[in-house]
């Protein structure tokens, strides 16, 4: 009784084979039925997100957040959808009509995608495909094309310019964020997300590989484009970037994807190193696991709009300063020595093994903090010294011109 | 006919229709784009042949990578969208030529190819070609010495980047 889920899907295919279908045909209907059930589940989710981020939001700024319709403001995010059902939907002029409206699609659909691969509970899993750390990274390089789209079909220059920062982030960030990814797989032996989840007992990887799960969650902040790394967006240079054209619910579904896509990578961080499903009673109640899994995920997404909320945009030399200079040798660095480590540890007992990887990984973090002390000591010197002093270029010019 | 057989001829009708007109639209923004559902095409037959990693990597290296970098130099050039001059060059003649002649051998290798009509060989389900691919490039008795070559050339070619950046004080 403790996986509903499966019993549903058991009752129904039995159902329809008594109804006299092919084997066949009740495979492909029950997968129709499993998409859209985890697609609609998905979407109801995103219209609470819109509350939980504007409520979490207000909190942070000292507000009270929408709390006019029902109880605690419940009802705001479903008259927010209306609003945007009826709004007027317009299109530029000059905008490559067709191009200009596949983005808004894409951008929800490249994220609802990401959750056939996401493990809700030991049974609930869209598919394990055995690529799925890499399918991941495939569907990211799709919601940067969708980007790209927007952006030049708008034709408006600060949509293009939002487009243009937007690239030059997500493939930097994808190069530490592949990195990353490869520890958990390179820990479990298997790129399946959930086989990883089951691999990680009796430590979740974000004790055996800290490093490695802080060098992917900043990353996949910046693959977001959320605070500190919204440039993309940057509403008081740019206006809104590439989305600037888009009106009503062409609007709402960037909007969507975009928490939507905060909280899909919340879970794909809890899965791959917060234990995914993972909990007291999850492997014989399947169904706790899909509350372990929300509170996981959850409590990632409330970090996300932790930083967003507190930190302010980063400058985009120093946007890609820090992912070359700092987060690439950092992340190569833990794969090399995880890597050799995983080795050399392979024979020991599983306790010794996971004390001598944080161990390793302290290690790594001390010193990545006085690598990081020097420079900004040197950094602090180079700033402190008077600069030179200010005198015309050319004193005989300037002497005849005035 | 099969309904593998029916995605197939839909995927590859598309896959050419796409590949034709990357080659053929004014607008170069639309040829890259039409570029890229070629090439998404490709992806779809590897998943079709059972090779997930290919599939995937496929779509990661060129739709996430060269694809993206291609429309980025696209958007920094002038007129994309407004070129009104030919198409062709003085050297299509004999970019035709070359294309017939290559085209034309590869049909004749082909057609004494026995590959059309085998069936493929039943996968088991523990087979995980991944682990074997990732043995086999690695392995001596394998590819691992084209596998090393192109790390070396990679990272030549990185390492060529960053002194070309290098900036010399």
Redo the contacts between chains.
Sequence with gaps: MGDPVTFIAQWLENLLLGWGLSPQWVTILMTIIGVAAIAIFVLLVDILLVWVERKVVARFQDRLGPNRLGPFGLIQPIADVIKLLIKEDITPIGADRIVYNLPPIIALATVLMLWAVIPLAPTIVGTDLDVGVLYVVALGAFGTLGIIMAGWASNNKYALIGAFRTVAQMVSYEVPMVISLMVPVLLAGTMGINSIVFAQSPVWYVVVAPVAALILFISAIAELGRAPFDLAEAESEIVAGFHIEYTGMKFGMFYAGELLHALTISGLVASLFLGGWRGPGAEAYPILGVVYFFMKAFFLYWAIMWIKYSLPRIRIDHMLNFNWKFLTPLALIVLIVTAILDKLFAGFPEWLYVVGMLLANLVIIWLTVQILRNRAKVERKRVAEPGPIAAPQNPSVSSTSS | MSGLQIIFILVAALTLGAGLLAVTVRNL??AA?WL?LALFGVAIFFVLLNA??LA??Q??VY???I???M??AI?LTQQV?SYKGTQLNANWIWSAFIAVVVFAGLAWILSSWSGFSTLPPEMSARA?P?RQLGSALVSPTAYVIPFEVASVLLLAALIGAIIIAWDRK
């Design positions: 923004v639309h784009l890229i997930g990693f995937v990597a779509v990661v739709i996430g990578a694809a993206i970098l429309i980025f958007m969208a995980d991944l």
